[in-house]
């Protein structure tokens, strides 16, 4: 199993602002994931972070709007750049240590006013 | 890619009813998970199931894959068990796609 923690649990932001959401596993993992809720919606997958290179962005998703860092094999950070009210949503990051079972963390919920 | 469908959308239950949670997919999958998103947000596995059936405590799931079907069991309902139930599956590579989940209340 692996036990996640994110900063932070919630925040409120002003629109053109950005907010960088950290994510710290309890383990060395190879791959941690990032995924956005938004509100009354189903989790979809915003990137894969690989420690040591550049992170792998789904369809519809920017490196220049969700810049990530993956500096050790146990912590990552999303940024959301340049928020719009639509990006409040619930920020989640997941690890899955072997081939079976993906862990999330708390999330992180986000306002943009 | 794969489709991934819930039902039903919403279930509203009394407390002590039985429930059964259904997933569809359209593909062949190596991994499929049931999550439960309580009203906190916070994601909760519940079981790995890519064939077969596992129980724990009151739920139970079961994972046809040849018809490429899973069902998620609820007995005895609580109002603890509130929440969103997700499927989840993996085909290929380590990319998990959620199905729309199905809204569950259980009233006292």
């Known amino acids: 199993s692996a036990v996640i923690s994110q900063k932070p649990s919630r925040d409120i932001c002003q629109r053109g602002t950005s907010l960088t959401i950290q994510c710290q596993v309890d383990?060395?993992?190879?791959?941690m994931f990032w995924y956005r809720q938004q509100p009354g919606q189903s989790l979809t997958l915003i990137a894969t972070?690989?420690?040591?290179?550049?992170?792998?962005?789904e369809s519809g998703f920017v490196i220049d709007k969700f810049p990530i860092s993956r500096p050790n094999l146990t912590f990552s950070t999303l940024t959301v750049s340049n928020m719009s009210p639509e990006d409040s949503s619930i920020y989640l990051c997941?690890?899955?240590?072997?081939?079976?079972?993906?862990?999330f963390g708390p999330g992180t919920r986000l306002t943009v006013l | 890619g794969i489709q991934v469908e819930q039902s039903p959308p919403d279930l509203i239950l009394q407390e002590g009813a039985n429930s059964t949670l259904r997933c569809n997919f359209s593909d062949s999958v190596n991994n499929l998970q049931w999550f439960h998103q309580n009203p906190w947000g916070q994601l909760i596995n519940l079981f790995y199931?890519?064939?077969g059936t596992k129980q724990n405590g009151r739920l139970s799931a079961t994972t046809v894959a040849t018809e490429r079907y899973s069902l998620l069991y609820i007995s005895s309902s609580q109002t603890t068990d509130s929440g969103v139930y997700f499927c989840a599956l993996k085909t290929s590579g380590s990319r998990l796609t959620f199905g729309e989940g199905t809204q569950l209340t259980v009233n006292p």
């Open positions: 972070a690989n420690q040591g290179s550049e992170a792998t962005y």
């Open positions: 199931i890519p064939s």
């Open positions: 997941s690890v899955g240590p072997g081939t079976d079972t993906q862990y």
């Open positions: 383990s060395q993992v190879t791959m």
